[in-house]
């Protein structure tokens, strides 16, 4: 018995040894602590005095939860100890507080002593501090944080051009995650490997350490933007290069909007042009008209009569175009009374009825409850005939030529998808017709004065142009949808002065229907629509994935393994269409549902889209209040 409890005694005086042994070793270079199996400070080391701010009495016994309690989650705490009470040895790092309440951080590794049962016995902390690493890491995060709020994409590349870092607003606007973008050329991230673009940064980073432009990058889905950028080359405190910091700012709205304001600048420079023109024109014009007058007065032969006849009958045409000219170039503000406009248009269409080709149909629906606006009763007449003249010019082989009137409450949602559009109550005009339709080039000219596809002669190319001024004129705005051989629809929106009732009011967020998290694929070539609509469905409920057009839309709803509840796409996109893009997902998935949008729908499409199994249709623009009664609708289980 004596033995055992001498070969005990020579066990533990070996490990005390060699615990002193390792306790000197580690003196010098670290802060050591130790501590029983209970947690009690059993010794401390001067380095580890002079850290903690204690002296060791005023460590030695306490719990070592002195340094350290409160900073990290218990369960954190409970893993070290069953760690090292199981005998293994544990290696982090640990947040402590200094008497002083400083923090400091130390790099720790904590050895059990096992007794002959392998229990552990003791414990030793070996620490080294590593404070101003940890607050150097937080500083990076709090910065790289910062740089996640921007809006503007940044980016840090190596001086191989090779991407070190990309934010969050980078992911935003390329459509590229971080992930994907680590180790890659910069070029095949911002304009699909453009070299010439990369030599001119490199020739200009090289001459000056700097780099400004404005150009065009693609999108991870080929959308085509406008940016902003700036390249700087950062050196380091010896002044050799280090590394690139590129900042990139995405313009794409604000040049919108700058070609809106030069197109309309260009407008009325053409306008103060052609009004100079056709105030002397009148000039010209006036004393001929009056002399005809005179000399038809002096009872000329038959002869003279026929001359005298077609010289006014052409000065009058000259004078009526000089109205035109004027009309546009000053807007004529006329005098505003209020107006119901289903009697202008009942007026308009009995004259049409008598002087179109019969060939053409008129039909009309005016709305019997139609608010009233203010306006200039002539110029609205004179709007609404050159559209319908127009119309007519279009179908030179007869058609049908529709108007309709109906009220309208322009919305948040509506308003985002028209540059010029206010929200409120308009009364809403449509005139289609289904004639010959136009080019998306020609689209684009229609208001432009003097610009028409007629034969010579047969048009001045001022009719929509002074269309375009009178509605501005009064605080509307147009729509136009067209497409070759399928006919033009105009929209054109006067403000009402009625205050819309509160049935007909937008409906509040709480009266929209909402969803469930819903996965909807919008599809649509023009961006401002499909964020108008991702927007407006993310605000109720639902997941949005958007695509520019039908190959894209294809790519996209592949890859959702199947997770999509709804798709809606436009019809008319470049590459592939809706009608093929429909096509293609009902032979993947024949039950899927699909909602169809368009600004022109014919019915001939509407019959062709019910044969494919097209579930609804939503005529653009759009409100709110349609877009999600309508995807409610196919959402719901009947």
């Known amino acids: 018995m004596n033995q055992d409890t001498d070969q005990t005694s020579a066990s533990e005086r070996d490990a005390i040894k060699e615990i002193s042994d390792l306790k000197r070793a580690l003196d010098e270079s670290a802060i050591v602590a130790m501590t029983d199996q209970t947690g009690r400070i059993t010794y401390v080391n001067d380095k580890f005095c002079d850290i903690a701010k204690y002296s060791r009495e005023e460590l030695i016994g306490q719990d070592h939860r002195i340094i350290n309690s409160g900073f990290h989650p218990p369960e954190f705490i409970r893993s070290i100890w069953t760690t090292i009470a199981n005998g293994k040895i544990w290696r982090g790092e640990l947040r402590n507080k200094a008497k002083d309440g400083s923090i400091y951080w130390v790099d720790t590794t904590i050895v059990p002593f096992l007794d002959d049962e392998r229990k552990p016995f003791q414990y030793v902390a070996i620490r080294y501090e590593v404070t101003e690493r940890k607050l150097a890491e937080e500083r990076i995060r709090q910065q790289a944080s910062l740089l996640d709020k921007t809006q503007d994409a940044i ?160 000065a009058e045409r000259g004078a009526d175009l000089i109205k035109q000219v004027l009309t546009f170039a000053r807007g004529m503000d006329g005098e505003r009374v209020q107006v119901r406009l289903k009697h202008i248009i009942k007026d308009l269409v009995g004259v049409l009825s008598e002087t179109v080709s019969r060939s053409i149909s008129v039909k009309y629906d005016v709305d019997p409850e139609l608010w009233t606006i203010s306006a200039d009763p002539t110029q609205i007449h004179q709007v609404l005939m050159n559209v319908c003249l127009n119309a007519r010019d279009a179908m030179p082989s007869g058609g049908t030529l529709s108007i309709k009137a109906e009220n309208i409450v322009v919305d948040e949602n509506y308003a985002r998808m028209n540059i010029d559009a206010n929200q409120g109550g308009h009364v809403r005009i449509t005139i289609t017709d289904t004639g010959s339709g136009m080019t998306k080039e020609v689209l684009e000219r229609i208001f432009d004065p003097f610009f028409t596809t007629k034969e010579f002669g047969k048009g001045t ?178």
């Not at 030599?199 to 090289?206: E, P, T």
């Open 461 to 638: 190319g001022l009719g929509l142009a002074t269309t375009m001024t009178i509605v501005k004129s009064h605080g509307g705005f147009i729509n136009v949808y067209s497409e070759p051989r399928k006919g033009t629809r105009f929209d054109i929106y006067f403000p009402s002065v009625e205050t819309p009732s509160e049935r007909d009011a937008a409906p509040s967020e709480t009266e929209m229907p909402t969803g469930n998290g819903e996965l909807i694929l919008v599809v649509d070539d023009e961006e401002s629509i499909r964020m108008a609509a991702k927007a407006t469905l993310e605000r109720f409920g639902y997941q949005v994935e958007t695509a520019i057009d039908g190959t894209d839309a294809l790519a996209v709803y592949t890859q959702s393994d199947a997770r999509i509840d709804l798709v809606m796409t436009d019809l008319a996109m470049p590459y592939m269409d809706g009608t093929s893009l429909i096509r293609a997902l009902k032979k993947i998935d024949p039950n899927i549902k699909i909602a169809a949008m368009s600004g022109l729908l014919s019915e001939g499409q509407t019959v062709e889209l019910k044969e494919l199994g097209v579930e609804a249709f939503l005529s653009k623009p759009y409100t709110a209040k349609s877009l999600l009664n309508l995807i409610h609708g196919l959402l719901t289980p009947q």
């Open 155 to 314: 980016l840090v590349c190596d001086l191989n051009f090779q991407i070190l870092y990309w934010n969050k607003s980078a992911e935003r606007i390329y459509g590229f995650t971080a992930e994907e973008t680590f180790g890659r050329l910069v070029s095949d991230m911002l304009c699909g490997g453009d070299g010439q673009y990369l030599r001119q940064a490199k020739d200009s980073l090289a001459a000056h350490d700097e780099w400004n432009s404005e150009t065009r990058h693609l999108r991870r889905d080929g959308e085509s933007i406008s940016i902003e950028s700036r390249w700087t080359l950062v050196r380091d405190d010896k002044g050799e290069p280090d590394y690139y910091l590129i900042a990139l700012t995405d313009i794409t709205e604000q040049k919108r909007t700058e070609e809106h304001l030069l197109r309309a600048q260009r407008m009325e420079s053409i306008g103060t042009l052609a009004g100079g023109i056709a105030h002397d024109l009148n000039n010209i014009l006036s004393p001929v008209m009056m002399a005809v007058d005179m000399l038809m007065m002096n009872g000329p032969d038959d002869d003279a009569k026929r001359w005298l006849s077609m010289i006014k009958e052409n």
